[in-house]
């Protein structure tokens, strides 16, 4: 059974840095790129980050280019996400999702974990 | 920045009847297509990728069709289940960069 957990969130202020974490298991981890997308209270979806199986091939979505940076650790079956500069914008649930065999869609996503920025 | 449009923003049907969601891209995404179903308090469940081919584990009644710039969603008998958020996603592959719609609310009438 696939299964994504997330971890690191919680409440921060503005301008300060947090580290996501995402722990992987059931499947094999260094076969899929991974991403991260987060939602707003009570709004919509919004891709964050994606990485390939290899870290070669990384995206961010304009609106966190150039304060977050993705990673990850084939060994530890882990995604990251280090978030720095953050905003009161950025306060939202951050899900890890895993890709599909396309690469197109996100197959499986854990439950999130709540980011809040606030002074 | 491909942008993707849904409509209706919310459309209320009753149990058994037939629901029918839109998603427009702002420019072609070929067949580069996925839906996801929101229930209140869960993650998003993939049901549709690539325009027309079903996840795992999803029932016939959810379908999907269209390429291009004009995708629909359809679920022929509606499940009291079924009542949820319906998002659409792209992938432009290069640079690899993903959007979502700002989703259809799908309420029981």
């Known amino acids: 059974e696939v299964q994504l957990v997330e971890s690191g969130g919680g409440l921060v202020q503005p301008g300060r840095s947090l580290r996501l974490s995402c722990e992987a298991s059931g499947f094999s981890f260094d076969d899929y790129a991974m991403h991260w997308v987060r939602q707003a209270p009570g709004k919509g979806l919004e891709w964050v980050s994606g990485?390939?199986?290899?870290?070669?091939?990384?995206g961010y979505a304009d609106s966190v280019k150039g304060r977050f940076t993705i990673s990850r650790d084939n060994a530890k079956n882990s995604l990251y996400l280090q978030m720095n500069s953050l905003r009161p914008e950025d306060m939202a649930l951050y899900y890890c999702a895993k890709a599909g065999d396309g690469g197109n869609e996100f197959d499986y996503w854990g439950q999130g974990t709540l980011v809040t920025v606030s002074s | 920045e491909i942008v993707l449009t849904q409509s209706p923003a919310t459309l209320s049907l009753s149990p058994g009847e037939r629901a029918t969601l839109s998603c427009r891209a702002s420019?072609?995404?070929?067949?580069?297509l996925a839906w996801y179903q929101q229930k209140p308090g869960q993650a998003p469940r993939l049901l549709i990728y690539d325009a027309s081919n079903r996840a795992t584990g999803i029932p016939a009644r959810f379908s999907g069709s269209g390429s291009g710039t004009d995708f629909t969603l359809t679920i022929s008998s509606l499940e009291p289940e079924d009542f949820a958020v319906y998002y659409c996603?792209?992938?432009?592959?290069?640079?690899?960069?993903?959007?979502f719609g700002q989703g259809t609310k799908l309420e029981i009438k």
């Open positions: 996603q792209q992938c432009s592959n290069w640079p690899p960069e993903y959007s």
């Open positions: 990485l390939t199986w290899n870290s070669v091939n990384m």
């Open positions: 420019q072609s995404v070929s067949s580069y």
